[in-house]
């Protein structure tokens, strides 16, 4: 399937990754308030109906289940990185800088040849012409062959930011996708953990038996590992979040290039044409010295005006390209952020872990209490 199929089919919810998307989904409406979730912002409200009747298919029962978790939008976004993004990072720019330096280096070969011969410019009008002649031809037939080859390297390089594009919006999908996991699979947690293992814990409290306490246990664990496969998709997510910036950058490296190239077709490489043809044209006119100071001014006027427009774009494109989209410093902050947050979560969750253990040992005490007065009782 190719990036515009995938992109026509928009985030979608399956517990079973090696189906397309969800179908048949009836979309209902939940008449509660449901408490505020971060990655409802990111989402429409057709998207937020996808996660609400999702939320009813996902089942804790089930380890394997859990283990596939949104496991489906990970290995998408794990072969969209390694696969079509990585072919365009790893493109070689160095071959089209060479060629650019190539037709700098012809030009400046020509022009610094006819400056050692200038001051016998009309000595030897009719072999001059000629040696001049023939290094014209001879350096345009070098600057149309790298033209050639530069052309399509600029429309390969246009093709490359318009598959970025498609890029972009596809790793923006596959984020959407990952917030509705990971908002669904919060609020089945809520669910669970509100509704059926406090169920699950009073009838093993009214029974006494080890089997209900077991499922109490059971349930529990799949609980905390459905926390860990949560926090799993959200650092997906963040991988997600990162690669946006990465591929703007690789297009603008891309556009900046393609940007030099047509600067040198359009510009540099017509004005030298240009400027041989007038020169060549006054050397054949009746007046002589005057058409060697035209040629002279002329030319030292398009060699400063050309070699300044090249230094400015030259420096102007360098700072350009040289700029990040993202700075280090914001990168750095978000991956310390990220880190507390994790540290945060773990804290929290291993404080929880004890205060259940604690929780349990009390329930047994009560149990037994409770069984000791009623045993008291009959007896009495």
């Known amino acids: 399937m190719n990036i515009d199929d995938l992109l026509k089919e928009g985030p979608s919810l399956t517990l079973d990754p090696t189906e397309e998307g969800l179908s048949g989904?009836?979309?209902?409406?939940?008449?509660?308030?449901?408490?505020?979730?971060?990655?409802?912002?990111?989402?429409?409200?057709?998207?937020k109906k996808q996660v609400e009747a999702f939320i009813d298919q996902i089942s804790l029962s089930d380890s394997a289940s859990i283990l596939q978790y949104g496991s489906g939008v990970q290995h998408k976004l794990a072969d969209f990185s390694e696969g079509t993004l990585e072919k365009v990072r790893t493109k070689d720019l160095g071959e089209i800088g060479d060629l650019l330096g190539g037709v700098v280096s012809e030009l400046r070969h020509f022009d610094e040849e006819e400056a050692k011969g200038i001051g016998g410019f009309f000595k030897k009008k009719a072999m001059k012409a000629e040696a001049v002649r023939l290094r014209y031809d001879k350096a345009e037939n070098n600057i149309e062959r790298i033209s050639k080859v530069l052309e399509g390297h600029q429309v390969q390089l246009m093709k490359d930011a318009a598959l970025l594009d498609k890029l972009y919006e596809l790793n923006r999908?596959?984020?959407k996708e990952l917030n509705m996991y990971i908002l669904a699979g919060k609020k089945k947690l809520s669910q669970v953990e509100a509704e059926e293992l406090p169920a699950l814990r009073n009838r093993a409290a009214e029974s006494g038996l080890a089997e209900d306490a077991q499922?109490?246990?059971?349930?529990?664990?799949?609980?905390?590992?459905?926390?860990?496969?949560?926090?799993?998709l959200e650092l997906t997510r963040m991988v997600s979040l990162q690669m946006a910036p990465q591929i703007r950058m690789i297009q603008s490296s891309d556009i900046t290039m393609s940007e030099k190239i047509q600067t040198t077709l359009t510009n540099t490489i017509p004005r030298w044409k240009s400027q041989m043809v007038i020169a060549l044209g006054i050397e054949h006119s009746k007046?002589?010295?005057e058409a060697q100071k035209q040629v002279t001014d002329l030319t030292n006027e398009l060699l400063k005006r050309n070699a300044q427009r090249l230094k400015m774009a030259t420096v102007e494109t360098a700072r350009e390209s040289e700029r990040g989209i993202v700075d280090m410093e914001t990168l750095i902050s978000t991956n310390e952020a990220l880190i507390s947050t994790i540290d945060e979560v773990m804290k929290i969750q291993a404080e929880g872990r004890q205060k259940r253990r604690e929780a349990e040992s009390r329930l047994v005490e009560l149990e037994d209490e409770l069984k000791k007065k009623l045993l008291a009782t009959r007896q009495a």
């Open 25 to 47: 989904v009836n979309l209902q409406e939940d008449a509660s308030v449901p408490p505020v979730y971060a990655e409802e912002r990111y989402l429409s409200e057709e998207e």
């Open 173 to 175: 999908m596959y984020f």
């Open 215 to 232: 499922q109490v246990n059971d349930l529990e664990g799949r609980i905390s590992r459905f926390e860990k496969k949560i926090h799993d």
């Open 287 to 289: 007046k002589a010295a």
